[in-house]
């Protein structure tokens, strides 16, 4: 889909580049001269020959070398496009709060929602503030709307009844946390670059690590790689081993990964399997919501009681499973099936609402099971 994509923008403006209105209608072979500036005051020209075609590469490849050697600077057109791209994601983000309904992912929501505008209108403040010539450190910028950007996946490792809303404190109090090689600028009365340091580098490199391996293995593994993406694209100067500072360009396509992202959450891609059993079902939507970090405590205490109670079942990453034959009577696999169907309830319990739970798993029998006191 992307191949297709780009094919199609190279068929519209494949043929045209951005130069100079004082330089000639000829455009050199890229390596050969300086990369390519475009600006507010480019103009586009048309050359009627590709100037890949001898080496026989395809459009879409010729496109891709091409607009990675363009140079941005900060101006009215880098701040339309970071605005322009700031709408849509909040357009897809509200139009994915349906499904943290009856959740207590509302922090972790609110917090995309501020990382997200953070992001996008620092940007289009930098391309501004270029364009009216007024000096301000860029990076300075970047980096305090940079740090929001891990405030959402502390905000869902916090929510967990019933400290679920006083955990969102312990989020802003951590993002200050993270501003301070910002502050200390401030302090000495500079206006210079940020420099936090490689072992600060090295917390934020395990900061991305953490994020990726909370939600990789989860349904929306492709959107967590794009934040990670985004999140390495926007850090890359602290980090241990880089030296580059951000650009422009760089912060655009981190805007785009985040939009990615975002759009795929919000769509519900990849979709997931309707054959489900309500076990399975309550079990992979947690999952896929929570993040690893409580599904592995949940996965934990519901094996403990399978043993405990010898249902003969396990619960794998992927769902339920039998593991053993312990008993062919309805009674006693009813029995099974009303003490998983309360175990599971009891833990979810702390993370969802009854309305989340009856839509997916049915409301057991009255009788005791023995895991009424059960908890993650």
């Avoid at 205490?301 to 769902?319: I, Q, Y």
Wanted: proline share 5%; hydrophobic share 50%.
């Amino acid at each position: 889909m992307c191949k297709r994509i780009i094919e199609k923008f190279c068929l519209i403006a494949g043929p045209y580049l951005a130069v100079q209105p004082n330089q000639s209608g000829t455009i050199g072979l890229i390596g050969t001269v300086p990369p390519l500036q475009v600006t507010s005051d480019s103009r586009f020209v048309r050359i009627e020959r590709d100037p890949f075609a001898s080496v026989g590469l395809p459009r879409w490849m010729t496109a891709l070398f091409l607009l990675a050697q363009l140079e941005l600077d900060p101006g009215r057109l880098t701040a339309a496009v970071n605005a322009l791209l700031g709408l849509a994601g909040v357009v897809l983000l509200w139009r994915g709060r349906q499904a943290i309904q009856g959740t207590t992912l509302v922090g972790p929501w609110l917090w995309t929602m501020v990382a997200w505008i953070a992001l996008c209108g620092t940007e289009a403040a930098i391309g501004m503030l270029h364009w009216y010539e007024i000096s301000l450190p860029d990076d300075q910028l970047r980096y305090l709307a940079t740090m929001t950007l891990f405030c959402p996946q502390l905000s869902q490792v916090g929510s967990k009844r019933p400290n679920s809303l006083l955990w969102q404190l312990v989020v802003a109090s951590f993002w200050l946390v993270l501003c301070v090689p910002v502050f200390q600028v401030w302090s000495a009365g500079s206006s210079g670059h940020v420099n936090p340091g490689w072992i600060w580098g090295t917390f934020l490199a395990v900061l991305i690590l953490a994020g990726l391996l909370n939600n990789g293995p989860t349904r929306f593994a492709v959107s967590a790689i794009c934040l990670a993406g985004a999140q390495v694209l926007m850090t890359y100067h602290y980090l241990p081993w880089a030296t580059a500072e951000v650009t422009v360009k760089g912060a655009l396509l981190a805007i785009g990964l985040g939009l990615v992202g975002i759009g795929l959450v919000s769509l519900g891609w990849p979709g997931r399997s309707e054959n489900l059993r309500p076990e399975d079902r309550a079990w992979l939507d947690f999952r896929d919501s929570f993040g690893g970090f409580w599904a592995a405590k949940v996965l934990f205490r519901v094996n403990d009681s399978a043993v405990r109670f010898e249902w003969g079942l396990c619960l794998s990453w992927t769902g339920f499973f039998q593991v053993e034959i312990v008993g062919s009577h309805p009674e006693f696999r009813d029995g099974v099936r009303e003490g998983l169907v309360t175990c599971m309830r009891k833990l979810l319990s702390d993370f969802v609402d009854e309305a989340w739970l009856d839509e997916r798993l049915p409301r057991p029998s009255k009788q005791k099971t023995g895991l009424e006191d059960l908890e993650v």
